[in-house]
Nanobody, 121 residues
Framework: QVQLVESGGGLVQAGVSLRLSCAASGLTFSAYAVAWFRQAPGKEREFVAA????????VYADSVKGRFTISRDNSKNTVYLQMNSLKPADTAVYYCAAGSYDLRAYAYNYWGQGTQVTVSS
């Protein structure tokens, strides 16, 4: 049974940093690219960041470039999203996903349950 479990979300003020974690089990973690998506109330799910199987390459949405960093530790079957200089516009449920390295949600086969990030002004 494949399971992805996000953690680290919370309610923070603008300008604060937060690190999300996604722990994977039930799959060969190093065989999959991993990504973060987010969905704000009333909006479509959007791509945030993705990292390749070995962690050697990554890609970011323009809205988070320079502020967020995706990384992975294959020895721990965990992917991280370091979020700096958080803005109210970052408020959303954040989901991690495993699959093919892509900006499109359909490329990812497995999804976590999401963790809420709320940024107040």
């Amino acid at each position: 049974q494949v399971q992805l479990v996000e953690s680290g979300g919370g309610l923070v003020q603008a300008g604060v940093s937060l690190r999300l974690s996604c722990a994977a089990s039930g799959l060969t973690f190093s065989a999959y690219a991993v990504a973060w998506f987010r969905q704000a109330p009333g909006k479509e799910r959007e791509f945030v960041a993705a990292v390749t199987r070995s962690g050697g390459n990554s890609v970011y949405a323009d809205s988070v470039k320079g502020r967020f960093t995706i990384s992975r530790d294959n020895s721990k079957n965990t992917v991280y999203l370091q979020m700096n200089s958080l803005k109210p516009a970052d408020t959303a449920v954040y989901y991690c996903a495993a699959g093919s390295y892509d900006l499109r949600a359909y490329a990812y086969n497995y999804w976590g349950q999401g963790t809420q990030v709320t940024v107040s002004s």
